[in-house]
């Protein structure tokens, strides 16, 4: 019997790492294809100054996002479930100094999911912030490409769409200086939490073990 039991905590921990290892990997391309969707709409910026250049077709990355992020998403989902087993089997193992060892291997697969899973809702969150802003900013183009286009333009108001634009180019700068500092925080902030609950798991395992 204890070795079956065994054998399904076993099996439990190679399930999650496995389940790990796959949402490492795609974490990595995710990110990688957020920096290069963002890197590609900057180029494309610096390059072409006119506003009647308008932005390269991102159709193809906002699908490849898309199938990527429900894929990470079902991983996540997946090596919860795992956990959740996990946890369950901890409070039936029945052995005090077992369950310990077996709390202190369960609180790492839990810090391992939580940093992929705030990895993930950062990456995510960033790929549709610049989408928004490239969705804003080609709108504003197109309205001053079909002013400048027409037949009988009024200058004046081409100047203050060129305006309007210029001023939505500035505030971008400060979106994405306000979002890199808030990311900043909350990462220093989720790190501040990690080793509270790290050293809290510690004290609980001495306090099991010790008389």
Not at 23 to 48: A, P
Not at 56 to 68: A, H, I
Not at 196 to 207: D, E, F, H, P, V
């Amino acid at each position: 019997m204890a070795a079956a039991s065994s054998n399904y905590w076993e099996d439990l921990r190679k399930q999650a790492r496995q389940l790990e290892n796959e949402l490492d990997l795609k974490l990595v391309s995710f990110s990688k294809l957020c920096t290069s969707y963002s890197s590609s709409r900057d180029g494309r910026r610096d390059r072409y100054s006119s506003d009647t250049t308008p932005l390269l077709n991102g159709s193809s990355q906002d699908r490849m996002f898309e199938t990527m992020a429900v894929e990470i998403e079902q991983l996540l989902g997946k090596l919860t479930g795992i956990n959740d087993k996990m946890a369950e089997y901890t409070n039936s193992a029945g052995v005090p100094s077992l369950n310990a060892a077996l709390m202190h291997t369960l609180q790492r697969h839990r810090d391992i999911l939580q940093d992929y899973t705030h990895e993930f809702h950062k990456t995510k969150a960033n790929f549709l912030a610049i989408r928004e802003r490239e969705n804003l900013l080609g709108s504003v183009r197109k309205d001053i490409e079909s002013y400048k286009s027409g037949s009988g333009v009024n200058n004046r108001r081409t100047e203050l769409f060129l305006k309007e634009h210029e001023h939505l180019r500035n505030s971008d700068r400060l979106i994405e200086e306000t979002i890199s500092i808030a990311m900043a925080t909350k990462e220093n902030m989720t790190s501040q939490r990690g080793m509270l609950k790290s050293i809290q798991s510690k004290m609980n395992t001495l306090a099991s073990i010790l008389p």
